[in-house]
């Protein structure tokens, strides 16, 4: 791909290369199969907008869902769930858990500010 780093409508400030407009070939197509869009001068991928986002989308899930039975964390009840990150059966468990853990870091503090006032 041949660049051209020639500034295109008034010189730079300090007339540093490195300040000079990036631009690529006018008339350029996406290299998408198929696809006729024209890319901008300014647009440094090969691929149009469509294309491009298209080929950087990474799929975090499997088509198929495995469902896998799981215990909860805060009841100790049993569920089923295709998410392999999940660890509560509800939303109720989840915040009740998450309650829990902070009155537990609300303890800890106050037993740490107890313990520096009485030293």
Not at 38 to 57: E, G, K, W
Not at 85 to 107: D, L
Request: charged share 25%; aromatic share 6%; net charge positive.
């Amino acid at each position: 791909m041949d660049v051209d780093t020639r500034g295109s409508w008034a010189p730079p400030a300090s007339g540093r290369r490195s300040d000079r407009v990036r631009t690529y070939h006018e008339g350029r197509v996406c290299a998408e199969p198929g696809c006729t869009t024209v890319l901008s001068m300014y647009n440094p991928s090969p691929r149009c907008a469509i294309h491009q986002r298209q080929a950087t989308i990474v799929r975090f899930r499997r088509l198929e869902s495995v469902e896998v039975q799981r215990l909860c964390h805060q009841c100790g009840g049993q569920f089923v769930t295709t998410n392999p990150r999940r660890k509560y059966c509800s939303a109720r468990c989840r915040s009740h858990a998450f309650a829990a853990r902070e009155r537990a870091m609300r303890m800890t503090l106050q037993t740490e500010v107890s313990d520096r006032q009485a030293a």
